[in-house]
């Protein structure tokens, strides 16, 4: 949402609220059917389409065995045949390696300690590649020019940082490429695959280095605080400088060259007044930008390149009323995979060919909900009680327009935002006769720097109270219904679904924490090894438990469980690295000591997020029993 209209958007917002709000009271008299719960959380009938650099094969992800699992068919039509055969998780995420052999990613339980996984084509010759125990494998660049290796980072010498190794994906050779002196974060390729950049961490100062080849040793070009910076997104075409994010002497990022020698921005290519910009697209075959995206209601593009805007053009006319991405595309750049979407509307994937500008459908990947009985995601605005404007997103439900049930939905992260797009659990909900907000509160990334700095050490306080504030704005714009507003969250969302019913214990009449921060300190406590190098830059955006215990005690739901009387549902993965189970196995052991209503789901076979099929049906069925007890849709 644009930031600069200022106090004149809040009356528009108004309006469009006011047009949303007469537009379902007139054409939604009636409530549609209610869609069975499992419709909007099974798995995907087919998903996450890719094609073989060759052009000749397109892999995608189905169920087996009610897992996620990667299956591969010719281009021209014939036999599919099932690659992977993972029974315990859906594999994570996986990618072509040459046109002969798939590599995937796997955990174990949701302990996000992932190995990469080698199989061909007939799912025989299976490897796994990084056999470690407690190490976590990253890939650092696919090296899509060559057939067989690929660049890893692993935490396997030191928990706290990562080496890169170099990685045969058919032998499972592994050489080391670059030792981490331990405090390099990032390592950044040029078009030929060598580390030819990396970024350094003291904890709240970051450097760039940059080296001319992989034979010398590494400069520093420029140091930044932690607050503004260049992030590099790849060298450019000659491989003597970078294209990079930078919010150097700006609020918000914008795309530029940025110069080694010089240490410098060279050119700026483009920047927006009202949001940050860090995508960046190009040709590797005809080594052109092709496209930057941005976000502010919706995906927003500026293209640089005329063949890949004749092509973008081409689609969307072929697909009237669809957001449309290219998610991948063949070596020769001849073949694209399209996927078609909405916010009703999981998606449709489609084969895109471009010389005979033929577009031929692949699969609907839930195919089973109807988007006329979804209801539309809508961008709003509201002004924070010390005047900051917070956009979010309002789903009414088919047929109500106001004195509602909400459901107050802040987003994980919690520097991170919510976007425009299907998203099942705000469908689910409003599918039961909840109206659901999204608020992307201060700190959420996208807005610039000083939105995101408004965040720093305001756990609990200024971060809730925009949250809060979206409650509040919607009883005095008459959506809701003051005796029927729930929290519900997950991560960053889960603290603040606790901090909701803490804080403000009169303000919501049920709660759903789901992985949720509840103790400051406990958490400082048990964060990933991984996460240590940048500890000091985490303390100054949320708190340091030596020089700040007042602040993060103050910020503590388990340490004032006194003041919450909301009946709550907590769910937790017994695995999940990031949010301990202890920080969940507290409040609730402190609430049933006062006689607090708690329901508490533990899964042990999770991790941070139900990602089994079987956890994730349990989970929101209990939800959605909750909610319709305390709040009445």
């Known amino acids: ?81 099932r690659v992977t055969g993972e029974t315990a998780r859906d594999i994570a995420g996986y990618a072509w390696k040459g046109s002969n052999r798939i590599i995937y990613t796997k955990d174990f339980g949701g302990d996000e300690n992932f190995h990469i996984v080698s199989v061909n084509l007939k799912g025989e010759d299976l490897k796994d590649l990084t056999p470690f125990e407690k190490v976590r494998a990253e890939v650092i660049d696919d090296l899509r020019d060559h057939d067989t290796d690929v660049l890893v980072g692993l935490n396997k010498r030191d928990p706290k940082v990562f080496d890169v190794y170099r990685l045969n994906t058919i032998t499972g050779e592994l050489k080391l490429a670059a030792e981490n002196p331990g405090n390099i974060t990032s390592c950044i390729t040029d078009h030929e695959g060598k580390i030819r950049a990396a970024i350094t961490s003291d904890g709240v100062n970051t450097t760039l280095l940059h080296r001319e080849n992989e034979t010398l040793p590494f400069k520093p070009v420029i140091t930044t605080s932690f607050r503004e910076g260049v992030s590099p997104l790849f060298f450019t075409f000659d491989n003597k400088n970078l294209y990079a994010a930078s919010n150097l002497n700006r609020d918000k990022n914008a795309i530029v060259v940025f110069d080694l020698a010089a240490g410098k921005e060279k050119e700026l290519i483009f920047e ?121 997103y309002l789903t009414l439900p088919k047929g109500g327009s106001k004195n509602l049930p909400v459901i107050v939905n802040p987003h994980g992260g919690p520097w991170a935002r919510d976007t425009w797009r299907f998203n099942p659990e705000v469908q689910f909900l409003a599918n039961r006769g909840f109206a659901v907000l999204q608020v992307n509160y201060r700190g959420s990334t996208g807005y610039g720097r000083k939105f995101w700095e408004a965040s720093f050490k305001q756990w609990g306080k200024k971060m809730q109270d925009d949250v809060t504030d979206g409650a509040l704005w919607l009883v005095k714009e008459g959506v809701a219904d003051p005796k029927r507003i729930g929290i519900y969250g997950g991560s960053y969302g889960g603290y603040a679904t606790l901090a909701g019913v803490t804080f403000t214990p009169d303000l919501y009449a049920a709660a759903v924490d789901f992985v949720g921060v509840s103790n400051l300190f406990t958490f400082m406590n048990t964060i990933p090894p991984y996460w240590m190098p940048v500890i000091d830059m985490f303390h100054e955006m949320v708190g340091n438990p030596e020089t700040d215990k007042e602040l993060l005690a103050s910020a503590s739901p388990a340490l004032h469980t006194d003041l919450i009387k909301t009946p709550l549902l907590i769910a937790q993965g017994a695995n999940d690295p990031r949010v301990n189970k202890a920080e969940s196995d507290q409040i609730v052991e402190a609430l049933r000591k006062r006689g607090v209503a708690v329901e508490y789901i533990v899964k042990d076979n999770e991790g941070h997020g139900f990602h089994n099929e079987e956890n994730r049906f349990e989970f929101y069925g209990a939800m959605e029993k909750f909610f319709v007890k305390y709040l009445q849709p």
Request: glycine content about 6%.
């Open 1 to 81: 949402m644009s930031r600069t209209t200022g106090f004149a958007f809040t009356a528009i917002a108004a309006v469009m609220l006011a047009t949303l709000v007469s537009a379902n009271e007139a054409g939604e008299q009636k409530m549609n059917r209610q869609i069975p719960l499992r419709d909007f959380f099974r798995n995907p009938e087919q998903a996450d389409y890719l094609i073989s650099p060759d052009g000749s094969r397109i892999a995608c992800q189905k169920p087996y065995k009610g897992r996620m699992n990667v299956f591969v068919r010719p281009v021209a039509g014939g036999e599919e045949t």
């Open 272 to 392: 927006h007044p009202d949001v940050d910009v860090s995508s960046l697209s190009y040709s590797r075959k005809r080594k052109v930008l092709t496209l930057i995206e941005y976000a502010t209601w919706k995906t927003e593009r500026r293209f640089l390149d005329a063949l890949a805007e004749k092509r973008y053009k081409s689609v969307t006319e072929k697909l009237p009323g669809r957001e449309i991405s290219f998610t991948s595309v063949s070596k020769d750049e001849t073949l694209f995979i399209v996927r078609a979407y909405g916010d009703r509307s999981r998606g449709t994937y489609y084969l895109y060919d471009e010389p005979g500008d033929k577009l031929t459908k692949l699969a609907e990947v839930s195919p089973w909900l109807n988007e006329n009985e979804l209801c539309e995601m809508k961008p709003v605005s509201y002004r924070s009680r010390d005047g900051l404007l917070i956009n979010g």
